[in-house]
C-alpha cells in the first residue's frame, strides 16, 4: 500500500465521527515514514491474495520473508497450484499453521489461475483459506475497494480507543464502518497495524499513546 491513502475530514460529520477521524490522524502521523511493509504489499494481485492467507496469525516480517522465497520458485498462480505440497510445505514452513496453508494456497492458486480472482468478498471466501478479513484485506490493497479488515491490532486498538465495545470481529467490522465516513475504511487496517507493530510490542507505550489519544476532544 505504501503511503497511507487517507483524506481527513470536509464534512459534516457527528462529533464522535469527527473525534474518531482526529484520532486516525494522530495515528497516521505516528507511524508515516516508519510503517513497516505489510505481508499484503505486493507487486501482484494473486501474490496479494496469497501472502495474505499465509500472513493471518503470523508476523509480517516472516511472512514477507516466506513470500520472497516462495514466489522466487513459483512466480505464477499456476506454477504454484502445480506444485508438490511437500515442497511448498518446506519453503513455508517457519509460519504459523504452515501445513493446512499450504494446502489452501496451493488449491486456490489452482482455481484462481483456471477462473481469475474473485472480485466480490462472497466469491474470494469460497476460495481455500481465505475468510472475512483476508477477503476485506485484499480487495483494500488489490482494488481500492471500501472494505475493512478486522484482525487482532485492529480489533485490540478499537477496543482501546471506545470505537467499539465488541470482541466480535464482525461486530467490530460493523462498528467501525457505522463510524466512520465510507472512504476511510480501506487504510483503517493499514493505519492499526502499522501502529500496532510499530508500538505493540511494547504494551504499556501502547497503552500510554492510546490513552491521550483516547482524550481526544
Do not use: C
Not at 516480517?61 to 522465497?69: E, R
Not at 474473485?118 to 471466501?125: A, C, E, N, V
Amino acid at each position: 500500500m505504501g503511503e497511507i491513502r487517507v483524506r481527513f475530514p470536509t464534512g459534516p460529520f457527528s462529533m464522535k465521527t469527527e473525534k474518531a477521524i482526529r484520532q486516525l490522524k494522530f495515528l497516521q502521523k505516528l507511524v508515516k515514514g516508519k510503517e513497516p511493509r505489510l505481508a499484503a504489499e505486493q507487486s501482484a494481485k494473486w501474490k496479494v491474495l496469497i501472502s495474505t492467507i499465509l500472513s493471518s496469525q503470523s508476523r509480517d516480517t516472516l511472512t514477507n520473508k516466506i513470500s520472497a522465497l516462495l514466489y522466487r520458485k513459483y512466480n505464477t498462480p499456476k506454477s504454484l497450484g502445480n506444485a508438490d505440497l511437500s515442497e511448498i510445505k518446506r519453503i513455508i514452513r517457519p509460519i504459523n499453521y504452515y501445513k493446512t496453508k499450504s494446502k489452501h494456497i496451493k488449491e486456490t492458486a489452482r482455481i484462481i489461475s483456471k477462473r481469475g480472482i474473485p472480485k466480490t468478498r462472497d466469491g474470494l471466501m469460497e476460495l481455500p483459506g481465505v475468510g472475512r478479513k483476508v477477503a476485506n484485506v485484499y480487495l483494500a490493497e488489490a482494488h481500492n475497494a471500501p472494505a475493512i479488515g478486522v484482525d487482532t491490532h485492529v480489533a485490540r486498538i478499537s477496543h482501546k480507543l471506545g470505537w467499539t465495545k465488541s470482541k466480535d470481529r464482525l461486530r467490530i467490522e460493523k462498528d467501525l464502518e457505522g463510524l466512520f465516513p465510507k472512504r476511510y475504511w480501506n487504510s483503517i487496517n493499514y493505519i492499526l497495524v502499522s501502529f500496532g507493530q510499530l508500538f505493540g510490542s511494547s504494551r504499556r507505550k501502547e497503552d500510554e499513546i492510546l490513552k491521550k489519544v483516547r482524550s481526544f476532544s
